[in-house]
Every structure is written in C-alpha cells, then in structure tokens.
C-alpha cells in the first residue's frame, strides 16, 4: 500500500493534501509552461512532525500525468541532502510472453494443478456457500472411498488423479461419521469457510478415525461459482 501510494500521482496527491490539512507537511506545486517539463511536486516535512527535515519531490509527467520520478531529500544543517532517487520507465508496455512461460524452470518432479482448461470442484448452482462448501467435502470422501482419484482430485483443486493416488493410495476410506457444519475460515483473507469432518479409515489392517478440524473449501479464484477443497489435509 506504501508503494501504491509511493507510485500512483493521485493516491500520492491525496495523501499529500491529507498531510497538509493536518499541518504535517508543506506541499508546493510547479507547472512548468513548457509541456515537455515535468510538473514537480515538493513535500517538506514539518519539524514536529514524523519525518522531520524529510524533503519529497515527485515529478509527473504533464500529458500522461503518470509519475516519471521520485527524489528523497534529508536536512543536514542548513542543506537539503539528495538520499536517493526512484524513477519509472515503460509505463503501459505489452508485457513479453515469455515471462509467463516456466518450460525448462520448473523441475521435473513438479506437480501441476491446471485449473484453465479444466472444470475445477463443484458447480454451486442453487446451493447455499455452507452447502456448496459441505457438499464438496462429501464429494471428496465418496470418490476416495471409491477410490475414484481423478474425482476427488476435482475437488482438491484439480489435483491430477497420479498424484491423489499416491498421497491417499494407502488409505481405504471406511465411512463418512460426520461433516460440518461449515464456519468462517479463521483467515479471513483466505475467503473460504472450515468443513469440519470426521471420516473412518484403515491403514495397514488397523481402523481409525481420521479428524480434519480445519478442512478450508472456497470458491476457485478463476471459475467463478465453482467450490473446492483448498488445505487443510
């Protein structure tokens, strides 16, 4: 947010001004008539303020007004000393595709979950979010029980079937004891709900219950209206 605020002419200005009002800082504005020059914007901290003898001037371009640079200034004395300066270039450039490519940088062993060409987790449809979200968990324990692993990995945010396989492939799912009911997920900035739930499992010939207390379901970031297991196992 400091960088936003740092980079963005309006955003700065606003803050700025706020600053001003509250006697914080001392903003002065030069236009210059030749459009070719930058319009430069100086902030001069007060004493008694949080940044005392602080010196900021931004420069913006006048036909674009976007932020070409950004000069730091301290007081030493009776002088005004130049601390650094950030300048931006190529502002609204088409971005290189290359840099989307990863072939020959992701290690062979990687595992890729590919949620574009895919229907990922469970249509909502009619479903309330705690039905949706409650549902998919029951979808995700049917199809291990079945040992369906291309199923329950569209529920586990479109996990390839190989790779289910190996990490559930030792345990047979028994039966479903209980799941839900589904609560605000204690991050919020995940945006999912928790689907506590409780299933019965054998491995290696000795039966247990298998607790999974925060089991997190949310939409998928790309397929709006589509729900499925995020963490939690």
Known sequence: LALVRQIDPRAAMERLY?????????????????????????????PEGSRP???VILFVDQATKFLTAVEVYQRNGDEYQ???????????????????TLDGEVPADAI??????????????????????IEVVRQFFAALMARNYAAAGQMLGGMPADRMQQMFGSIKVLRIISIGPAAPHPNPETKGLVVPSV????????????KLDRLGVRQVYNQPGQWAIFGGI
């Open 82 to 100: 130049l601390m650094g300066t950030t300048e931006f270039d190529e502002y609204n450039q088409d971005i290189d595709p290359a840099m989307f």
């Open 199 to 210: 299933v019965e499992v054998e491995r290696d010939g000795q039966v247990s219950e298998w």
């Open 18 to 46: 706020e600053q001003e009002q509250e006697g914080k800082v001392k903003v002065e504005v030069a236009e210059p008539s030749d459009r070719a020059e930058p319009i430069a914007v100086t902030a001069t901290y007060e």
């Open 112 to 133: 890729r979950v590919d949620q574009t060409t895919q229907d990922v987790g469970l249509a909502q449809g009619d479903l309330s979010d705690d039905e949706a979200a």
């Open 53 to 55: 003898g602080r010196r």
